[in-house]
C-alpha cells in the first residue's frame, strides 16, 4: 500500500533558525501553556512559520516528558527563557490529523506502522507541528523523523573504503526507496553487508557501520563528559573516572541497559525494545523480534544476516564512551540475535589512558 494511500506524505522539514525554550513537561496543557508564553515573547514579525514542538526520546527526567516548543523565526531572538539555534533539515513521514476529533493516537500508530512495514528506522524525537497554534485543537501534522541509514552507509564506504569499494558495496541502491518493502530493504542490505565482508577487514567494517548507527542526542553524552572530567579533576585514574560515569549511568534514566565493567572492558546488554511484546511472546522467534531493535531486520532474522550488521548498534555505544573519554574506543559484538543468541551485548575495549 502506498504512502498517499494510506494519509502519508514523505518530506522534508526544517533548515531554519528556530527560536525555542526546552524543559520537562508532564502533559498537553503544559505545552499550550508553554507555547502561549513562548508567543507572547518572541516578536511576532521575526516568526516565519507555525510553531511546532519536539519530544526527545532519550532524556533523564525521573518523570515526564522532554519537551522543546519553538517557532521558526527570521533571525535569532535570545532571552532568559528563549534561545535560538538552526534547526537542520530532515526528511520525514507526515500525517495530519483534520481537526475532527481524529484521535492523535491514530496517527501515531498508523506513522509508525509504515516505517516497520518499509523497514525504515526513525530516529530518537518526533515532532508536531500546530498549524493553528495550540496543541489542543486544529490540524496537527505529526512528523516521524527519518533516520538516514542508507545515506550514512554510504558515506562511511566512502570515507572508509573507498569510491570504488563504495561503488561495488552500494550496487542496487538505486532500487530502493522509501516506499520500498521491508523485505527489498532487507534483501538489499544483507547483500550489501555481505559485499562489504568480501572485502574489507573487521575494522574497517566496524568503522563502516558503526557510523550508521542513531546518534545518541549530545546533551546526554554531554552528561557522561562532565562526569568523568570531574572524577579526574578530583584526582581519580582512567578507571576510577569510567567507574564515576558508570555509576552516574545506573542511576540515571537516560540509560536503560545492563552494564558493568571487567578491568579494562565495560559489557552492555540491551534491553528489550518493546518489552510488552517481549514478555507475551509465545516463541523464540517473536521473542527475538520484540527484543530487537532495528526495523531493518527485525520481521527477517531467520533470513540470515550477516552478523557484521550489528556494528552498527556498537555505534550507539561508541558515541556515548568516546564522547566521554575524548578517545576513540574499540567495542566488539559478544553476543547478537544475528549470531544466534537471545539477546545482544557489547564489549568497549577502554583505551590505555584518556586526556
Not at 553524552?221 to 578530583?234: D, E, G, N
Not at 518489552?275 to 522467534?285: F, G, S
Request: hydrophobic share 40%; glycine share 6%.
Amino acid at each position: 500500500m502506498s504512502f498517499e494511500t494510506r494519509g502519508i506524505e514523505a518530506k522534508t522539514f526544517g533548515g531554519y533558525l528556530f527560536a525555542s525554550r526546552r524543559g520537562n513537561l508532564h502533559n498537553r496543557q503544559e505545552i499550550a501553556e508553554g507555547l502561549d508564553a513562548l508567543l507572547a515573547e518572541v516578536p511576532a514579525e521575526l516568526v516565519t512559520g507555525p510553531p511546532f514542538w519536539v519530544r526527545h526520546f532519550i532524556h533523564s527526567y525521573p518523570q515526564g516528558l522532554d519537551i522543546e516548543i519553538g517557532v521558526p523565526v527570521s533571525a535569532a531572538y535570545e532571552s532568559e527563557q528563549v534561545s535560538t539555534c538552526f534547526f537542520p533539515e530532515f526528511r520525514v513521514l507526515s500525517k495530519s490529523s483534520g481537526g475532527d476529533g481524529e484521535p492523535l493516537s491514530e496517527i501515531y500508530q498508523a506513522l509508525f506502522a509504515v516505517s516497520g512495514d518499509n523497514g525504515l528506522i526513525s530516529d530518537e524525537f518526533i515532532i508536531e507541528v500546530m498549524h493553528d497554534q495550540t496543541p489542543n485543537a486544529g490540524r496537527i501534522e505529526v512528523l516521524l523523523v527519518l533516520h538516514p541509514w542508507q545515506n550514512l552507509f554510504e558515506q562511511h564506504l566512502d570515507a572508509v573504503m573507498g569510491p570504488a569499494v563504495r561503488k561495488a558495496v552500494m550496487e542496487g541502491s538505486d532500487t530502493i526507496f522509501l516506499e520500498s518493502s521491508s523485505a527489498d530493504r532487507f534483501a538489499w542490505t544483507k547483500a550489501a553487508v555481505n559485499r562489504l565482508d568480501q572485502v574489507a577487514d573487521d575494522f574497517q567494517r566496524y568503522q563502516v557501520l558503526s557510523g550508521c548507527s542513531h546518534v545518541f542526542p549530545a546533551t546526554q553524552t554531554a552528561r557522561l563528559r562532565q562526569v568523568y572530567l570531574k572524577a579526574r579533576q578530583q584526582g581519580a585514574e582512567l578507571i576510577g573516572a569510567v567507574d564515576a560515569v558508570l555509576d552516574f549511568m545506573e542511576a540515571d534514566p537516560g540509560w536503560r541497559q545492563k552494564i558493568n565493567r571487567e578491568g579494562r572492558v565495560i559489557y552492555t546488554t540491551k534491553n528489550p525494545s518493546n518489552p510488552e511484546a517481549y514478555a507475551r511472546a509465545a516463541t523464540a522467534l517473536e521473542q527475538k523480534r520484540a527484543y530487537c531493535f532495528c526495523p531493518i531486520v527485525r520481521d527477517h532474522l531467520e533470513e540470515g544476516m550477516s552478523p557484521t550488521f550489528c556494528y552498527c548498534s556498537a555505534g550507539f555505544e561508541r558515541k556515548q564512551w568516546e564522547t566521554a573519554l575524548a578517545q576513540p574506543v574499540r567495542i566488539d559484538v559478544v553476543k547478537s540475535l544475528l549470531k544466534g543468541d537471545d539477546h545482544c551485548q557489547f564489549a568497549i575495549h577502554l583505551p590505555a589512558d584518556a586526556p
